[in-house]
């Protein structure tokens, strides 16, 4: 991700060693300290707003046994590094880093501390004592697709993208099979806002992207500034991350969410029983990690139906996003037959048909 300014917070936070914490109280023995990296602020929706609610859910669940820590708004790189260093100095022995440019940082300090166990959140690289998870974002992205397909009016839908990686390109190559699969005259138009959090910048490609015809936008950036934007505009949008229903309550078709308390709670409870061991986890709809929710009363009732339905499909397996014949919209093939394997959607770098933007150069 982009570098932002260092926070006095943050700062003050490396300096001193005083983090925000969580304790929980009556522990009979010394309970679990675990850690926690955010890329963003919590806020009050949002990436990093899941990922706290499954921290603060996983407290509930192991009450007494853990004791959690976190530092949020934390920039990639050099910054992040410090940061996971810091808090495995500090005695966690279970620390999450919860962003895509925090894989390499945390391989990085994981060496240095073979005692401590680390999670690290959508990214690839795994070690002895480092796993990995992430969600099929995408299968709830195919089912948001199908919304937007069949409500919009001006068949353009404007979709704010983050950075041009295999995770955020899943969700936008997954939204647009979604939506041609019921209206195969819409298309989707992409702007990045090369940032995960950016309040400012995520406007105003949203309102770019309503100026060029799009009366529904949705996003793979972190805050709700783009929901807040098609309130504004009179448009629709689709939330990511988490429901955004609050910050644009005429504007929410519906929102893709993600999940990560369970997770979280069995990778501490790994921990404290003696039994982690180094994984990689993608669960979707089937395992309740990701989910379409929130779904607007402005949503037709058959569309509704048709969403239960295919959501159904997903499930049981007899409906796949990404089943080939995939071709990018350039007319070639990336698929001929089948079902695009996690070695393919890891690998993604391209639009499908029905993305009218072009692939940025890499």
């Known amino acids: 991700m982009m570098m932002k300014p260092f926070r006095n917070s943050l700062l003050a936070a490396l300096a001193g060693g005083v983090m ?10 010394e309970p679990l300290k675990v850690g926690f990296v955010y890329v963003s602020p919590i806020g009050e929706a949002g990436w990093t707003w899941q990922q706290d609610i499954g921290r603060r859910q996983m407290e509930k669940a192991l009450d007494g046994k853990v004791v959690t820590q976190f530092v949020e708004d934390v920039p990639e790189g050099a910054d992040a590094e410090r940061v996971i260093r810091d808090l495995a100095q500090q005695g966690n022995k ?20 073979p005692d401590v166990k680390f999670v690290h959140s959508t990214g690839y690289k795994t070690a ?7 969600s099929r974002f995408y299968e709830a992205r195919y089912l948001a697709g199908i919304i937007a397909g069949k409500m919009t009016k001006s068949n353009i839908i404007g979709y704010v993208g983050a950075f041009p990686i295999p995770e955020v390109l899943q969700g936008i190559n997954g939204f647009t099979r979604g939506m041609r699969s019921v209206n195969p005259d819409a298309e989707v138009r992409v702007i990045w806002a090369n940032t995960w959090f950016d309040p400012g910048k995520e406007r105003d490609a949203a309102l770019a992207l309503i100026s060029q015809g799009a009366d529904i936008v949705t996003h793979h950036t972190d805050s709700t500034a783009t929901v807040q934007a098609a309130q504004d505009q009179g448009k629709y949008a689709v939330a990511y991350h988490s429901d955004m229903k609050k910050f644009g309550p005429d504007a929410q078709l519906a929102a893709v969410t993600h999940h990560w308390g369970d997770y979280f709670t069995e990778q501490a409870r790994a921990v404290l029983d ?7 986890t993608w669960g979707g709809l089937k395992s309740g990690m990701a989910s379409l929710d929130a779904i607007g009363d402005m949503v037709p009732a058959d569309v509704r139906a048709l969403v239960k339905e295919k959501e159904a499909e997903i499930i049981a397996g007899t409906l796949a996003p990404f089943a080939g014949p995939i071709v990018d919209n350039e007319g070639k093939t990336q698929l001929e ?9 890891n690998k993604m770098n391209y639009y499908v048909q029905g993305v009218a933007s072009k692939y940025p150069a890499q």
């Open 337 to 345: 037959s089948g079902i695009l394997d996690d070695n393919g959607l």
């Open 20 to 29: 925000a914490m969580s304790p929980i109280a009556g522990a009979a023995a």
């Open 94 to 113: 279970l620390i999450f880093t919860t962003s895509f440019g925090y894989m390499n940082p945390t391989i990085k300090v994981a060496r240095q501390f």
């Open 128 to 134: 002895d004592n480092v796993a990995t998870t992430n």
């Open 274 to 280: 003696g039994t982690w061991k180094t994984s990689s």
